[in-house]
């Protein structure tokens, strides 16, 4: 079965720093990977995803997340946090159907 | 993007009355969508998936009797929470896909719906 996980429940982060979000994934077959956020009381904000080709994929407000298959890891990263950058991020893959999956996900906090 | 819309995005309601929740895509046509679970501070649970014209497909341990799902037409779906009790209060979102392809098509999810049940 497709997993994804999400090994921190809280990352912190000072504002400017390079911050990462690590996500592991367990799948069988070719992986769809996804990143997405949460701000509270909302739904979901689509990030980036891997399908195929370049292991480095550019998403939405200057993150980018590297896939690597040796490792199975498809971590988040930014290279300078802000505090707005401040969430519920979640690490997802593609499961049975076109569902999917999502790991347990990661509160990221950037403080000023 | 696609825009999902989700209503209401509150709701309070009294143990044993039903509560529906509809689910619509703005700007496209979804074949397929989907509705998740997410109680506080934890993951997404996927609770079923809607085809448009068909039963939806429940995942394991979801009574579909409880929560009946309805895709009545290729922008609308709606989540039915049956003699609601105080456990079933949760955070509620649905999301739509574009396209019919397996490797295509994009999933866009509507901003939730909280339902509070006294």
């Known amino acids: 079965a497709q997993s994804v996980a999400q090994p921190e429940d809280q990352v912190n982060v000072a504002e400017g720093n390079p911050l990462t979000v690590k996500c592991t994934y367990s799948?069988?077959?070719?992986?769809?990977l996804f990143w997405y956020v949460q701000y509270p009381n909302r739904g979901l904000q689509f990030l980036l995803k891997?399908?195929?080709?370049?292991?480095l994929v550019k998403g939405s407000y200057g993150f980018e997340a590297e896939f690597n298959k040796s490792q199975t890891s498809f971590h988040l990263k930014k290279p300078s946090a802000l505090v707005s950058d401040s969430a519920l991020y979640f690490c997802?893959?593609?499961?049975?159907?076109?569902?999917?999956?999502f790991g347990k996900g990661t509160t990221l906090s950037v403080s000023s | 993007g696609a825009v999902v819309s989700q209503h209401p995005s509150w709701v309070i309601c009294k143990s044993g009355t039903s509560v529906k929740i509809e689910c619509r895509s703005l700007?496209?046509?979804?074949?397929?969508m989907f509705w998740y679970r997410q109680f506080p501070k934890q993951s997404l649970m996927l609770m079923a998936t809607?085809?448009?014209?068909?039963?939806?497909?429940?995942e394991q341990g979801v009574e579909k009797d409880k929560f009946l799902i309805n895709h009545a037409s290729l922008t609308l779906s709606t989540l039915t929470v049956t003699s609601a009790h105080p456990e079933d209060s949760s955070f509620y979102i649905c999301?739509?896909?574009?396209?019919?392809?397996?490797?295509?098509?994009?999933?866009?999810f509507g901003e939730g719906s909280r339902l509070t049940v006294l």
């Open positions: 700007d496209f046509q979804a074949t397929t």
């Open positions: 809607s085809n448009e014209g068909s039963k939806a497909t429940y």
């Open positions: 999301s739509a896909r574009t396209g019919t392809g397996v490797n295509t098509g994009e999933l866009f």
């Open positions: 799948v069988s077959g070719n992986p769809y």
């Open positions: 891997y399908i195929t080709g370049d292991n």
């Open positions: 997802a893959v593609r499961g049975r159907g076109t569902a999917l999956i």
